[in-house]
């Protein structure tokens, strides 16, 4: 099966690729968006390769790659009436929203920042692009590597 390829949002001082590099595996708790939640429950493959983006930073943008390391699984704070992604609604039967381990693979030399990758025409129509709010995306393989090569470029 071909690998795909993936963008995924993390507030910066929340959990940014450096924590991610520490910690190497992470579960990628919090997600309460349905199309977000789809893709990582029916779409993602242990071995996918993800953009990982600091949202909400100086500037926004592409920090690193991570991978899939897991099948998705329910996501344990869902049922936890302690934590902020608590969803009464959800039952260990029925469980409404999912999540998958993430591990870390590199950090880039330099943050892409969101106004290089609208600049540039070959990403124009890359999700990030169009629907910037979504925090799980597809990434075309193409989009994939030009973001890989711009933070190998200089400032």
Not at 79 to 99: G, N, Q
Not at 103 to 119: C, G, N, Q
């Amino acid at each position: 099966m071909a690998r795909k390829h993936w963008l995924m949002k993390s507030e910066e001082d929340e959990y940014s690729i450096d924590h991610l590099q520490s910690d190497g595996t992470t579960r990628w708790v919090g997600v309460r968006n349905y199309e977000a939640r789809n893709l990582m429950r029916d779409e993602m493959s242990p071995g996918d390769r993800i953009l990982y983006y600091h949202s909400n930073a100086k500037p926004s943008g592409v920090a690193g790659i991570a991978e899939v390391a897991s099948e998705s699984y329910p996501d344990p704070t869902q049922f936890d009436p302690d934590s902020r992604y608590h969803d009464p609604k959800a039952s260990k039967e029925e469980p409404r929203w999912f999540l998958v381990d993430v591990r870390f693979v590199e950090r880039f030399p330099r943050v892409v920042p969101l106004s290089e990758i609208k600049a540039d025409e070959g990403l124009s129509e890359m999700v990030l692009v169009k629907r910037m709010r979504l925090s799980v995306q597809p990434v075309r393989k193409a989009e994939f590597e030009k973001v890989r090569e711009m933070a190998e470029q200089g400032d």
